[in-house]
């Protein structure tokens, strides 16, 4: 899913010089959120502080939150990509246990590192856009788990574990949000006992030794 398919944008920039505009208001847009939260950012804020007339950020974007949900897309375009990578021709179940587990470890790394992704991310089940994107994104990081993960279990637990893997990786979301929110000693123990929980649900459970 490309950023542009999910986000409702009143144009999409062809040429050069249009893409480099587009690119300085969601870079102008992130540092507004950086700085004080996606709730204070405005329309002509982003504008002002990326150098370009307030028509400019509307030709594009025709609310502040477009310009965020293309923001929250082209996060969850970067995890997949990563997820994707690490799952692809994992040989075992035991491969594939450490090729998820790899990837949820740098997905909170990648909260703690980024305010953008947190403050996005914290308001997701405010917005309801917002909040149909990351459930739409669960399912297809699901999928990605599940096409590496069924070829090492029976057919006949494909369903069940088509499922779990939706549903571990909608999962995944609320338990680096929560491990975020406290501090780092403790969120790291969450993050421990979340892939431990993982492990019996999506490995162990269809492990036959």
Request: proline content about 3%.
């Amino acid at each position: 899913m490309t950023v542009t398919s999910a986000v409702s944008l009143r144009k999409i920039p062809t040429q050069a010089r249009a893409k480099e505009r587009f690119e300085r208001i969601l870079g102008a847009a992130r540092t507004l959120i950086e700085a004080s939260g996606s709730d204070h950012m405005k329309m002509s804020d982003v504008a002002a502080n990326a150098g370009v007339p307030i028509g400019s950020v509307y030709q594009y974007f025709p609310d502040k939150s477009a310009i965020i949900t293309t923001l929250a897309q082209r996060i969850m375009d970067q995890v997949r990509q990563s997820l994707m990578l690490a799952m692809a021709d994992t040989q075992s179940l035991e491969e594939a246990e450490q090729a998820l587990i790899g990837t949820l470890g740098d997905y909170y790394g990648l909260f703690l590192a980024e305010p953008v992704a947190r403050d996005i991310w914290f308001g997701m089940q405010a917005d309801k856009a917002l909040h149909e994107l990351d459930i739409a994104d669960s399912r297809a990081n699901g999928r990605v788990v599940f096409q590496a993960l069924k070829k090492h279990i029976p057919r006949k637990d494909w369903k069940r574990l088509e499922t779990a893997c939706f549903l571990i990786m909608q999962l995944t979301g609320m338990a680096v949000r929560l491990a975020v929110s406290v501090d780092r000693k403790e969120g790291d123990r969450i993050m421990a006992v979340y892939k431990d929980m993982i492990r019996r649900e999506l490995i162990s459970a269809y492990d036959p030794d």
